[in-house]
């Protein structure tokens, strides 16, 4: 049954959304964080953010991407174990970038097996 859910999900990526069709993924997402974490001054700046692209273009809302991104600076500059520094080298490496290649490579083979 969890491998049914998972195929499903991991499947749609890439689906357009819009401002009627909402990522739920996104929804659950910005709502756990405004109930458990310290401070979500990045995320309310990408909420920001999809406001004015909204304004521009009925589609152009925060991906998963995006919100998982911005709570993990939320994380990082909230629990008081990173200067401002780390943050920002930790940022420049690109080490955020592995949370999104290992995303994909689930969805890739959740879809291989879904087609095989």
Known sequence: ??????????CGMGRIKSHDNCD??????QKYARTHFAAVKYMEYAVTVETYTMSKANNLVM????C??????????SCA?????EI?????????NG???LARSIGLIGCDSFLI
């Open 1 to 10: 049954m969890l491998l049914r859910v998972l195929k499903d999900m991991s």
């Open 24 to 29: 739920r993924r996104v929804e659950l997402l």
């Open 63 to 66: 991906n998963v991407d995006g």
């Open 68 to 77: 998982i991104g911005s709570l993990f600076l939320d994380l990082l500059s």
């Open 81 to 85: 174990m990173f200067t401002e520094q």
């Open 88 to 96: 920002v080298e930790i940022i420049e490496i690109g080490y955020l």
């Open 99 to 101: 949370l999104f290649i």
